[in-house]
Nanobody, 119 residues
Framework: QVQLVESGGGLVQPGGSLRLSCAASGIIFGIKNMGWYRQAPGSQRQLVATATSDGNTNYADSVKGRFTISRDNAKNFLYLQMNSLKPDDTAVYYC?????????????WGQGTQVTVSS
C-alpha cells in the first residue's frame, strides 16, 4: 500500500522559514509528478508547486522567489523550502504524487501538515 507522509510543519513568525518533507513509501515502480498543495480555512485546495521526474518545476505566482521545491528521486522524497513566510501562507500543506504502483498509475495524497505564520 502506497503512503505519502508529510512532516516539517509548525508555527513560525512572519519572515521566517520552514522546510516541509514528504516521504513516499510502499511498492512504487516510478513517480512521475510530485507537488505541494495547500488549503486555508474556508478556501479550496490550491497548487503551491510541482516537480516532474525530469526536474521541471512550476510555482504559484504567490510563492515564486520565496519557495523552492525539490525531489530526491532515489529515496522517493519531496521537499518544500519556504522562506520569507507571510501570514497568507497559513494553511494545511498536502503532498501529492502521481506514481505507478501495484494497481497501476494513480494519484496519491498525504494527510497534510499545518503551517501557521503568525507573530
Amino acid at each position: 500500500q502506497v503512503q505519502l507522509v508529510e512532516s516539517g510543519g509548525g508555527l513560525v513568525q512572519p519572515g521566517g522559514s520552514l522546510r516541509l518533507s514528504c516521504a513516499a513509501s510502499g511498492i512504487i515502480f516510478g513517480i512521475k509528478n510530485m507537488g505541494w498543495y495547500r488549503q486555508a480555512p474556508g478556501s479550496q485546495r490550491q497548487l503551491v508547486a510541482t516537480a516532474t521526474s525530469d526536474g521541471n518545476t512550476n510555482y504559484a505566482d504567490s510563492v515564486k522567489g520565496r519557495f523552492t521545491i525539490s525531489r530526491d528521486n532515489a529515496k522517493n522524497f519531496l521537499y518544500l523550502q519556504m522562506n520569507s513566510l507571510k501570514p497568507d501562507d497559513t494553511a494545511v500543506y498536502y503532498c501529492y504524487a502521481q506514481l505507478r504502483g501495484l494497481v497501476g498509475t494513480a494519484d496519491y495524497w498525504g494527510q497534510g501538515t499545518q503551517v501557521t505564520v503568525s507573530s
